[in-house]
C-alpha cells in the first residue's frame, strides 16, 4: 500500500484504488488499525448516499484524514456534505422562479468534506487540514464542482477560525488546471473568462437551467490570503497528472469539458509539461485518462512549502498500461508536500509533512 512508503505528519485518502475505496469495514477492520500501529489516529466519514450499501461491498466510498498522535492533538473536526450547506446558503438567496424550481437538481451533490484542527505538540501552532473529494460526473456538473470547491475553501477558513490560522486544502477536486475551479482557488475569485464559460456550459446543456454562477453569484470567491498550490509554488508549473486510468468502459458517456469559443484562446495558451502527453482520452487511443486532478493547496502567509514529492515519470506506468496495477495500488498517485510553519516574524518553525 502507498501509505506504507510515506512517513508524513498529515495524510488525506479519498481512494484508495478505483474498486477499493475507502468504506466503512475497510476503514475499520483494516485501515484504521493499520494506521494505528504506525502511530496515526484518524477521521472517518462515508458518503451519505451509501448509508445504506452493503459496507462489505467494496464500491461504497468515503474520505479519511489522519495525523500522528505524538505530533498532533485534535482540537476538533467537521465532517459534512456538500448539499447541505447549498441548502443552507439558498434559504439566504432571492431566487428567480426558474431557479428556486431547478434548484433542488442543480445542488444534487453527494460529496463530501473532512475538516480537522490539530495542534503540532512541538510548537502549539494550530494548522486545519481539509481533505474533500468533488463531483466529477465526467465533467457534466463543472458549475456544482466548481462551487464545491469555492465551500470547502471558504468553509475550512470559517472553521479555522479565519483567515490567520495556518490552513491546507487537499484532495480529489476533479479539475484540470485550465478549469474554473482551479482558477478560482488560484485567484480568489472566478475571472469574467471562467463566468462566461460556465454559462456558456449550461446554456448549451439546457438553455432552460440556470448555472450555478448565476444561483450564487456572491459564491465563487473565497477569502484566503495568499492560497498557493504545493506543487506549483516549488516546481513552477502544477502537478503534471495524478490520475492515470483506464476509462475504456465508461466512454459511452462524452468528456464534457468541451471548450466554449469565449475561452478557446485561454485554454490554447495553457502551458503542458513536456513529459506528459495531452490529457484528453483520444491521445491513447480511447482507453486512458490522465490528467492533474489532486492538489495540495496552502495559506503561504502563515505556511512556507519547503518541497514536494516529485510526480513519477509517466513512461514507468506506460509498460503496466494504466493505474492500478500491481506497482500503484489507486489510479490516483500520490501527492505529498513538507510544510514550515511561519512566525509573525517570518521565521520558521519546525516542520510539517503531509501527504495526499
Known sequence: ??????????RSVSLLSWSTKVNSRYYDDVLRQDMQRRGYAGCYFMRPEDDTVDIDKDNTDGSATFYRDDRFQLVKEECGQFKHLFEKESENCQLPEDAAVSLPNLID????YIFTLLRCLKTKSRVAVGNIHTSFDFFTKMDLTTLEIAFAINGLVEFAGGVGTPHILCGDFNQEPHHPGYQLLHDGSLNKTMTTYLRDF????NGKVPSLVDVFPSCFKHNSRNLKSAYEAIVGHDVPFSNFEDSSAFFNIPKRDKLSKVVQA???GTPTHPKVRKTDPEAYGSEKYVSALDYVWYSSDSLHCEAVLK??????ILPLHACPN???PSDHLPIKAKFAFLKSSGSREPELHSAL
Do not use: C, T, Y
Open 202 to 205: 449550461k446554456s448549451g446543456e
Open 266 to 268: 485561454l485554454f490554447d
Open 326 to 328: 500491481a506497482v500503484f
Open 109 to 112: 451533490s453527494s460529496r463530501v
Open 311 to 316: 510526480m513519477i515519470d509517466e513512461d514507468l
Open 1 to 10: 500500500m502507498q501509505v506504507r512508503s510515506s512517513s508524513a505528519d498529515v
